[in-house]
């Protein structure tokens, strides 16, 4: 009876030992009691080698991100101290938020399970063998991967530069901008006559239309004969182009969106305004007016102003970003540009 309640509770890995198996068969020398019984068995557990490679990689990430937030805030990663100024909180906020939440990774239930022995080729090999492990540990090496110094070209971010960002986000605030003006017209993607990499037409009542274009293309005087846009020196690109269109007359205006701040760099950037404005024909007319889009705080308020802008046919529009005041001053300008079409 004793042997078979040890029996039950005993794993079956045990009926390998030939003492116990001698006892079982009636052929062993020993008493059931005297016999000790060495068994392996399996329990569930989150200290593997590849969670604690995942782990240290985890703690790699931890560290690069409080070593550059230790950099952000004594502004020296380099540049114009006054430009990483009015960066830094918004740095440090995100900076924060992914120190916070991988402390919690390594405070979660599975991690905090895992010892810290570190990376081993144990662990890389059955990271490599599963799909899930293998796409974090490939992303956490990726995030490493960027530093904040050095000119490696590989050591960089796959996404696209934020200079491209912002230009894409002007193009999307200028849709929402002009259907308010226009009485909620809802946009249509359209074929336009001037090629574009995005273009969106507004109709309206007597033969009118409003066209929205990305990246607009005006070629070469020489490249083609008697296109619709063309540039009287080389090809052009501007970012934002506005075509008021009422039968076969033409008005136009361009906004180019510039990732730019400070003083020097504005007025440096203002040399598109007036290449655009001087090169760019559309249907012959040159576009008036043409503006800069600037995320930052005013530097050059000469160049903003509405006597400004109307006698010379540039300027700039600064603090156009999110819940930015540059929003509101575009779309008065916008609206003044429709009326005078109207």
Known sequence: MWVNSALASTHHSALRDRQLAAVLNGTGVESPEDVLIQAISSTSSCDTPANRTLLALLKRFRARAMYLRAKVSAQALGGPKDEQVKRSPRRVEVLDHLISQTLLLTQG??????????????????????????????????????????????????????????????????????????????????????????????????????????????????????????????????????????????????????WRSGRKNVLEAMESAHIYH????????????????????????????????????????????????GLDRLERRIEQWLNAGG
């Open 109 to 258: 239930q599975t991690l905090r399970q895992v010892s810290g022995h570190g990376p081993s080729a144990s662990g890389l090999t059955q990271i490599a063998a599963l799909p899930g492990y293998q796409r974090a540990y490939r992303m956490g090496c990726a995030a490493l991967m960027t530093g904040i110094e050095g000119s490696n070209p590989l050591d960089q971010l796959h996404s696209n530069f934020s200079w491209g960002i912002y230009e894409t986000w002007c193009y999307v605030q200028v849709l929402a901008i002009v259907p308010r003006l226009l009485e909620n017209c809802t946009p249509i993607a359209h074929s336009s006559a001037v090629g574009a990499q995005l273009s969106y037409r507004f109709s309206l009542p007597n033969s009118r239309s409003i066209d929205v274009l990305f990246q607009a293309r005006f070629p070469s005087e020489q490249a083609e004969t008697n296109p619709l846009a063309r540039s009287i020196s080389r090809e052009r690109y501007p970012d934002i182009l506005l075509v008021d269109s009422v039968g076969l007359g033409k008005r136009s205006m361009v906004l180019d969106a510039k």
């Open 278 to 325: 001087d090169s760019l024909r559309l249907g012959g007319t040159p576009p008036t007016p043409c503006l800069l889009l600037l995320p930052g705080d005013t530097c050059v308020p000469s160049l903003e102003t509405d006597q400004f802008i109307e006698q010379h046919g540039v300027g700039s529009i600064s603090g156009f970003s999110a819940q930015g005041a």
